[in-house]
DNA sequence: CAGAGGATCGGCT
DNA sequence: GCCGATCCTCTGG
């Protein structure tokens, strides 16, 4: 591979967009299409695996399709996909998704009083909606039974660029990918122009 | 072992 | 829009 071209990290998370994520919780099928995400590169400061492999980032080292959760600000867990090959530290970061399959039950796992929009309108509440925690480290995305990625055939809403979201370092980098005129974008109105 | 910081959320102004 | 909660993880001594 060659410098020019696109690394594999930022063409998945271009390509995930519009795409599924299926939850298997208790039998019951949850979903949602993928409207937002970030892509996490190889040696990019704002990366968890800039520093290198440690403990809790050890999966985004390894082998691509695979999940990388992590527990973040005392409160939240954020659902990521590996993104390259084995050795290689990188990963999307699923930061929205519309409702799909299983509204009901997502609605009572978020809680009474919260809007539709909202069900899974941010990294945090799209773990909180699906029950995904650490335990669901490492899952293979093509294999495992209570996790997996899926298209339905609709046809891929146009993509955006801006930048990412809520970063300290490398917040010039125009890595974060949108589903254009989708309503639920977590990002601020001027990071999803219309 | 202590300290600092963080890919967020929800509540309040 | 701003701010605090909350706790895991990593780093440095």
Do not use: K
Request: net charge positive; hydrophobic share 40%.
């Amino acid at each position: 591979m060659r410098a020019d071209v696109p690394p594999a990290t930022g063409a998945l998370a271009a390509f995930l967009i519009g795409r599924l994520v299926v939850r298997r919780l208790d039998g019951v099928l949850l979903s949602g299409r993928i409207v937002e995400t970030e892509a996490y590169l190889p040696d990019d400061p704002a990366s968890h695996s800039f520093r290198g492999r440690t403990q809790r980032n050890r999966t985004m080292f390894g082998n691509y399709l695979h999940a990388y959760v992590y527990f973040i600000y005392g409160s939240a867990y954020c659902l990521n996909v590996s993104s390259e090959a084995d050795g290689i530290g990188a990963a999307v970061l699923i930061r929205a998704l519309e409702p799909v399959e299983g509204i009901a039950l997502i609605r009572e796992r978020r809680g009474a009083g919260v809007a539709d929009r909202d069900l899974m309108r941010g990294p945090g509440r799209v773990c909180s909606a699906l029950d995904i925690d650490r335990r669901l480290d490492g899952a293979d995305l093509e294999t495992d039974p209570r996790l997996w990625l899926a298209e339905d055939g609709t046809i891929p809403p146009a993509v955006g660029m801006s930048a990412r979201i809520g970063l300290s370092r490398a917040a010039d980098v125009h890595q974060r990918f949108y589903a254009r005129g989708s309503r639920y974008l977590s990002g601020r109105r001027s990071l999803s122009p219309r």
